[in-house]
């Protein structure tokens, strides 16, 4: 039975040699091979700058710039804090970076980021300043301009002095009212606050591009928290919306004080050159005394100018094709027209002109051809099942039993054991040979088991094991020889056969699912029987099979199915 291997009757799911996904690239390995391909592209751009603007009539300033007309990479800038010229600005903390991740040969796989923050902002008071400010300029309303005040009668304009002139001046004329000039001393009281202007808790800005499917895309947001004018907190939408924050002076009419002011006291007619200075001091005294009685009464009056106008934006967005710019919040602020404080709160761009969001196309791999595999009886008996170790025959010979199998080659050298299932003891040992095969003998059972369902055997190599074989059958191959392109396969089915005797099929495997009928034939009355087949052309080896249909007992004239087990043979 040289070359000859059989496998067991029944099929497990077959193990592809290959796995599905063949081609699996490193990012080391794609890197290097994808280097030329962005080579020419420009770079991404970014920058960031802290703070920017001017203060009174001091120079610009820009302390903290990164990025600027470079290349995207990674950086940062910072201070603890700044205090700006003439002492009115001063931030507690700034910071501003920028960074480039991702693949440093691979374009569609980089990320541009630019930021900016500041925390507690503030801006103080103006009144330090010394600003040339016009305040002898600001146009006054009317009642701030001017008042006239109702006089009291003679007897209490003239007191104790009214007798007197009342005899001698019989037709004297007295004032009834008096008009009083405020522009000059309301002047005086108009200030710049002292409180400080503005604060901020903090202001951040950011600004990022990467490539999308493709195509460059950019993306940026902005934050402001904490805005308070002159100690008030300001609601965040006036802010979005973009609205002035005015200032409006208050007047306190009470605080004018009469030596600044301009009382017009009309002529008093008849009045007699004697008694001029007395009539006077007395009229003045009674005059002021009811002017500032007046002041006193009326309520704060509101300056409607604008002595100080204080404008903070939230920010803004500025996109481009090739680029995005997100500014900081905005403040302006301006005093009687004239501008003081014009500040940038950090500016974060990117930009993506020239970038090459193309992604590389992947190498190709040449799978090397690999050697043609001739296959062998052995291993077709492992083709097509995921067991390692496969017992492919037993059958009884006179005394003995004859096990034949096939183990992975990697199982070379080692010992087999053979399981006798009965009892579960091993009933023989094999050392497995250089090409897989091993083969051993075992005695035979007993009768009372020889013919039963127990009388099974079972091959283990450590944890691996093979199916378990019975070792009667009813129709068995005992011989198979191969020689110029012809298989010749000798066998027999045993008694009883089917009546009339029952046509035997051989089969051969095409693939682990499919087999083709080779040919259909009958044995002879004793069931014997010897077929020749032509070889398949250019194969090495090949399996082969038969089934057939006999009676279980002689009593029983039913037929059920019977099969041998799977035969290969070597055809070279």
Do not use: H, W
Not at 164 to 187: H, K, Y
Request: aromatic share 2%; proline share 8%; hydrophobic share 40%.
């Amino acid at each position: 039975m040289t070359g000859v291997m059989r496998t067991p009757p029944r099929f497990s799911r077959r193990r592809s040699p290959l796995p599905a996904g063949l081609f699996i690239l490193s990012t080391a390995a794609a890197a290097a091979a994808l280097a030329p391909s962005n080579a020419a592209a420009a770079p991404f751009t970014c920058e960031a700058s802290v703070v920017s603007g001017t203060i009174a009539t001091a120079p610009a300033i820009e302390p903290l710039v990164t990025g600027r007309g470079e290349a995207c990479k990674t950086a940062s800038v910072g201070l603890p804090n700044l205090s700006a010229p003439l002492g009115i600005v001063a931030v507690n903390a700034l910071a501003g970076a920028t960074s480039l991740t991702g693949d440093p040969a691979r374009q569609d796989l980089q990320q541009a980021v630019a930021g900016t923050s500041i925390a507690d902002i503030k801006i103080g008071s103006l009144g330090g300043l010394g600003l040339p400010l016009p305040l002898d300029q600001i146009p006054l309303p009317a009642q701030l301009q001017s008042i006239t005040v109702p006089l009291p009668g003679a007897s209490t304009l003239l007191g104790p002095l009214a007798p007197t002139v009342g005899l001698l001046l019989p037709g004297l004329t007295l004032p009834t009212e008096v008009t009083v000039d405020l522009a000059g001393a309301v002047r005086q009281l108009v200030a710049l606050p002292t409180a400080d202007l503005l604060n901020v808790k903090a202001a951040v800005t950011l600004a990022g591009a990467s490539c999308l499917n493709g195509t460059a895309v950019t993306a940026g947001s902005g934050s402001l928290a904490g805005v308070s004018v002159l100690g008030n907190l300001i609601d965040a939408n006036a802010l979005a919306q973009g609205a002035p924050i005015l200032d409006t002076q208050m007047i306190d009419l009470s605080k004018l004080k009469l030596s600044d002011l301009d009382i017009q006291i009309p002529v008093v007619s008849g009045l007699l050159p004697g008694l001029t200075a007395q009539v006077t001091q007395q009229l003045t005294t009674v005059i002021d005394a009811t002017v500032a009685g007046a002041l006193a009464a009326l309520p704060p009056i509101a300056l409607p100018i604008d002595l100080l106008r204080v404008q903070v934006s939230p920010g803004s967005q500025v996109k481009t094709v090739t680029s995005l710019t997100q500014n900081g919040p905005g403040i302006k602020i301006s005093a009687l027209g004239q501008p003081v404080v014009d500040l940038q709160l950090g500016q974060s761009k990117v930009g993506t002109a020239g970038v090459d969001c193309t992604p590389p196309k992947p190498p190709v791999v040449v799978e090397p051809t690999p050697e043609p595999v001739q296959a062998t009886a052995a291993s077709t008996a492992l083709a097509c099942t995921t067991r390692r170790l496969v017992l492919t025959d037993v059958v009884k010979k006179g005394k003995k039993v004859r096990l034949l199998g096939v183990a992975d080659k990697r199982f070379a050298g080692q010992t087999v054991r053979i399981v006798f299932e009965a009892d579960g003891k091993t009933a023989a040992r094999a050392k497995v040979r250089s090409n897989g095969e091993f083969s051993t003998t075992a005695r035979t059972p007993s009768k009372k088991l020889r013919s039963s369902n127990k009388a099974r055997y079972r091959a283990q190599v450590g944890k691996e094991k093979s199916r378990n074989l019975k070792l009667e059958r009813r129709l068995i191959v005992d011989k198979v020889r191969a020689s110029n392109g012809r298989v010749r396969l000798i066998g027999r089915v045993t008694r009883p056969l089917g009546t009339p005797v029952q046509t035997i099929t051989l089969t051969r495997r095409i693939s682990c699912r499919r087999s083709e009928v080779v040919r259909r034939f009958k044995p002879d009355s004793k069931g014997r029987f010897s077929v020749l087949v032509k070889a398949p052309e250019n194969a090495t080896a090949q399996v082969y099979r038969f089934k057939t249909k006999v009676r279980k007992t002689r009593s029983n004239t039913k037929l059920f199915p019977t099969f041998t087990l799977p035969t290969g043979v070597d055809l070279t």
